[in-house]
């Protein structure tokens, strides 16, 4: 049994709690493209037997026109609903904005690999300019990050162990996010 303050304040997932399945998603993208289809036929349908219509003066043609036009309307507004819960996936826009996504979409498992692209340094720099952002970092603001985590290692390992294990004793790189989403980097001295 789940604690009520837990419940209770329990935030909806991301995209209105719609599952991404990669069957519901192919069904979707089938709606959509079927609906956008229809739409376009029933709106040409309109404007040719409309056009027949008012050349003859056929009422008969009207009243077919005006099938045609609301059949389209009717896509078209299937054509947004579709859109709706099919969503958009998460992503940075051009100037680091984030977007979080919206219906099945924003549910959709992603890959973490290449999200940040990272750019290296020279070591003996003490800061450098980020053309993209345009700011200006200092390298004393910048995280520390090993290439391994002493635990995962034997503790009584040799430094020719260690040397084996991860090529780079003691060794890492000074890490800064910037918040336009690009990395930079630079190795120890």
């Not at 599952?19 to 349908?45: D, Q, T, Y």
């Not at 036009?69 to 940075?92: D, K, Q, T």
């Not at 910048?142 to 090529?167: H, M």
Request: hydrophobic content about 40%; some cysteine.
């Amino acid at each position: 049994m789940k604690h009520p303050a837990i419940e209770q304040h329990a935030e909806p997932a991301a995209g209105g709690g719609i599952p991404w399945s990669a069957e519901a998603e192919c069904a979707l993208r089938g709606n959509i493209r079927r609906a956008w289809i229809e739409m376009w036929v029933g709106l040409l349908s309109f404007v040719f037997f409309a056009g027949m219509a008012f050349f003859l003066r056929n009422s008969w043609l009207w009243l077919l026109a005006v099938a045609f036009i609301s059949y389209g309307v009717v896509c078209l507004y299937h054509l947004g609903l579709f859109r709706e819960e099919l969503g958009e996936e998460m992503r940075r826009g051009p100037r680091g904005e984030f977007f979080e996504g919206s219906g099945m979409l924003a549910n959709k498992p992603r890959s973490t690999r290449n999200l940040t692209h990272f750019l290296l340094h020279p070591p003996s720099e003490e800061s450098f300019y980020c053309p993209k952002c345009e700011r200006v970092h200092a390298w004393f603001n910048a995280e520390w990050l090993p290439n391994y985590k002493r635990e995962d290692l034997v503790n009584d390992a040799t430094e020719e162990e260690i040397r084996s294990f991860c090529g780079d004793p003691g060794g890492g790189r000074y890490v800064i996010l910037c918040p336009c989403g690009l990395g930079h980097f630079k190795l120890k001295q």
